[in-house]
């Protein structure tokens, strides 16, 4: 049925392009603000998207309306991003891997173990002031980041154990569109199947693929638990998800609308990383007592050992990464040396 609510909303959108009353950015003297993402409504960033709607609809409700639409309901994150870039919809929640296709420098969060502590993940993506550069960088293709949010760590689930990279060998692994994610699973041995977030979990219903690589929640909220029954602690990405916005309408806030819509984003990022965590937690409880899934502990120097030579190619190949890299290894070395 979601397929098909999907293509009735595609349906609607093609109608708004075209100037259709039901779509229409203006009811009652407001303006509409449409927001998309790929989660269900229980994920800790629809939570932090709520609380975003509020503060503008508190604080600026008088001219504009919050609407967001979860479950992909407006299309997979790449559609959703190219809906948002030309200003179709307003904003959209999606993985930094998504945006790797519009803008070279966010392939550096695809790289493998490039954090090696969520201090340091968190500490690099809370300092707003350093993120503003890679930001606004995509002014020019149309969208702008105004924050982030916590999408946890990265491992590999299947229908068959992963207990050593060499398991991963013949198995078909759904990744992320996106060219840096594809290299890093061929890196580990496996064979990589790109595919939106929506078409996972029948693909493994169906034996298309092995399995895929996620966070916990994944196992939950989209129900991969269901159909596949192994997870692997090797923890190869912290790939964080990002809220963009259409930067034609950003830059006709005045100052101080958009001042609120600024507090408002970083007022999102602060309820979904306080939800996030006690959503791991949950997912875990579920998917271990309910879904029968096997939580695997793997020794993750092996599988880094695999990736070695990733990180060295991005920098080769992609000089736009390099002085984040520098950045994210001092960062890094700071918490090491806590230890
Ligand atoms: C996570 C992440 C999403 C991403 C998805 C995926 O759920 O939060 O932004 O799109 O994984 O693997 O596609």
Redo the contacts with the bound molecule.
């Keep these: 049925w979601r397929r098909l609510f999907a293509g009735v909303a595609a349906m609607a959108m093609t109608c708004s392009l075209a100037g259709c009353a039901a779509f229409d950015s203006v009811t009652g003297g407001k303006r509409i603000i449409r927001i998309a993402h ?2 269900s409504e229980e994920h800790p ?1 629809h939570i932090g998207m709520l609380a975003f709607k509020e503060i503008i609809e508190e604080r600026l409700g008088d001219k504009y309306e919050v609407e967001i639409f979860p479950n992909e309901l407006l299309g997979s ?1 790449q559609k959703a991003i190219e809906l948002t870039q030309t200003g179709a919809i307003d904003f959209v ?3 930094t ?2 945006v790797e296709t519009f803008a070279k420098s966010y392939e550096i969060f695809s790289m493998p173990y490039l954090f090696t502590s969520t201090d340091a993940y968190h500490e690099v993506m809370n300092d707003i002031d350093y993120m503003q550069a890679l930001y606004n960088s995509t002014d020019k293709s149309g969208f702008r980041v105004l924050t982030w949010f916590d ?1 946890g760590t990265r491992s590999f689930y299947s229908t068959k154990p992963i207990r050593t990279p060499d398991d991963l060998k013949g198995q078909k692994i759904r990744v ?1 569109q996106s060219p840096a994610s594809v290299n890093m699973v061929k890196a580990f041995g496996a064979a990589a199947s790109p595919m ?2 929506g078409e996972v979990y029948t693909a493994i219903q169906q034996g298309v693929i092995n399995g ?1 690589e ?2 916990e ?2 196992l939950t909220n ?1 129900k991969h638990g269901e159909v596949a029954k192994y997870y692997s602690y090797n923890q190869h990405q912290m ?1 964080p ?1 990002v809220l963009i916005g259409n930067t034609k309408f950003l830059e006709s806030l005045s100052d101080e609308e958009y001042a609120v819509f600024m507090e408002a984003a970083q007022k999102a990022t602060e309820v979904e990383m306080a939800e996030w965590v006690k959503a791991v937690e949950k997912a875990k409880q579920i998917a271990k007592d309910e879904q029968g899934v096997e939580f695997i502990e793997v020794d993750i120097q092996a599988f880094k050992d695999k990736v070695s030579d990733v990180q060295k190619e991005m920098l080769e190949n992609n000089p736009d990464i390099v002085e984040m890299y520098e950045h994210i290894q001092e960062v890094n070395r700071k918490y090491e040396e806590k230890e």
Excluded: I, K, R, Y
Aim: aromatic letters at 4%.
């Design positions: 790929a989660q960033e994150a929640v999606a993985g891997a998504n999408a992320q939106s977030f895929a996620n966070n929640l994944a989209n790939v998800d």
